[in-house]
């Protein structure tokens, strides 16, 4: 248990649909982090939150939007997703940005693409 | 361009040593992590590094020369519960957090 919670742990969505994961930190962390963790690839970070505020936005596309409405919660809604979106998206955060933060994850939500 | 390696995959005996080498030429440097990942599992933290020599914690240390872009994870006693990927990622001059691709490591009995 790292205090970082994820909703759902799996999802199945045809590019029609929109779906929404969730994303919840019970650390009293600042900064929010949105990646994407494809078999056998780096992590790549989609979206940094800095005290409720978008700091990063790394070319990511549109059909996926991210929320922070406040800094224990984070959000990434998806519409008309493709199938090369399957992928394991990971939440972290961490007390403060920046790369010399140790970050804390969450398990992941498992995404499918049909 | 900024780079992390790693090697994908490496096996290994319960009980037995292991070291999962981290080679990374990135645009400065202020400091190397290494993540722990099971299976279907969030990445834990393990170490960082920000200084040239050995840190040990436990049965793993790390290891980091700055000035050979090159770091290690050292595991000790092997268990099968140490079954995992392992995540290096180095930070740069920007403080931004660069990943590697992850080891794999098979522990058999």
Known sequence: ETGVTQTPRHLVMGMTNKKSLKCEQHLGHNAMYWYKQSAKKPLELMFVYNFKEQTENNSVPSRFSPECPNSSHLFLHLHTLQPEDSALYLCASSQGQGGQETQYFGPGTRLLVL | ?109
């Open chain 2, 1 to 109: 361009g900024q780079n992390i390696d790693q090697p994908t995959e490496m096996t290994a005996t319960e009980g037995a040593i292991v070291q999962i080498n981290c080679t990374y030429q990135t645009s400065g440097f202020n400091g190397l992590f290494w993540y722990q990942q099971h299976a279907g599992e969030a990445p834990t933290f393990l170490s960082y590094n920000v200084l040239d020599g050995l840190e040990e914690k436990g049965r793993f240390s790390s290891f980091l020369s700055r000035s050979k872009g090159y770091s290690y994870l050292l595991l000790k006693e092997l268990q099968m519960k140490d079954s995992a990927s392992y995540l290096c990622a180095v930070t740069d001059s920007n403080y931004q957090l660069i990943w590697g691709a992850g080891t794999k490591l098979i522990i058999k009995p």
